[in-house]
């Protein structure tokens, strides 16, 4: 299941549907707090809302959660 919605979560960013792709990681997130992925992926939607700090101290998160996704140190 939580496979499942974080590709919804993907497809739903990729078609620029911001706000669906975001439920959608945060009810991976309600499967597994601690999904590295799904944290970062709501990163990109916050920045489209100008919510940066929010969105840094997301991607600092997800450092800390796993420190070997490359694309959560840019």
């Known amino acids: 299941m939580r496979a499942g919605v974080a590709l919804i979560g993907h497809v739903c960013r990729e078609m620029k549907r911001r706000d669906e792709a975001e439920q959608a990681f945060r009810r991976v997130i309600g499967f597994d707090r601690l999904h590295p992925d799904a944290h970062l992926r709501r990163t990109c939607p916050?920045?489209?809302?100008?919510l940066s700090a929010k969105a840094?101290?997301?991607a600092?998160?997800?450092?800390?959660?796993?420190y070997d996704l490359p694309w959560a140190h840019h």
């Open 56 to 58: 840094a101290q997301l």
């Open 60 to 66: 600092v998160k997800t450092v800390g959660l796993r």
């Open 46 to 50: 916050m920045i489209a809302r100008s």
